[in-house]
């Protein structure tokens, strides 16, 4: 069974920072396209970030140039390191395994599914004004 258990979600205070990791087991890690994404309140799934197997990576605008993504595959580990908090990330951040049968770029386009992809239960954060 894939497992995805994500850690480093908290409350900070605006332009803080956060270290969210992933620890992902089930599954040989470094063969898979990932993915964070998050669910701000009243909205639905947005992509954040994603690492390819070959590293290529993709940010969305609302993050870009603030947040980072990296995967250690001889840990199973995903990370996002992330900067300069505003209040508009609060959101519940998930790591995610995107769906195999894409390429990265299709999974950027089509966006987050929960039917295909699968999803760690999720790690909260909280940036205060």
């Known amino acids: 069974d894939v497992h995805l258990v994500e850690s480093g979600g908290g409350t900070v205070q605006s332009g803080g920072s956060l270290r969210l990791s992933c620890v992902a087991s089930?599954?040989?890690?470094?063969?898979?396209?990932m993915c964070w994404a998050r669910r701000p309140p009243g909205k639905g799934p947005e992509w954040v970030s994603c690492i390819g197997t070959g590293e290529s990576t993709y940010y969305s605008d609302s993050v870009k140039g603030r947040f980072t993504t990296t995967r250690d595959n001889a840990e199973n580990t995903l990370y996002l390191q992330m900067s300069s908090l505003k209040p508009e990330d609060t959101a519940p951040y998930y790591c995610?395994?995107?769906?195999?049968?894409?390429?990265?770029?299709?999974?950027?386009?089509?966006?987050?599914?929960?039917?295909?992809?699968?999803w760690g239960r999720g790690t909260q954060v909280t940036v205060a004004s």
């Open positions: 089930g599954f040989i890690f470094s063969h898979y396209d």
């Open positions: 995610v395994r995107a769906d195999p049968r894409k390429p990265l770029v299709a999974t950027i386009h089509d966006g987050p599914s929960e039917d295909n992809d699968s």
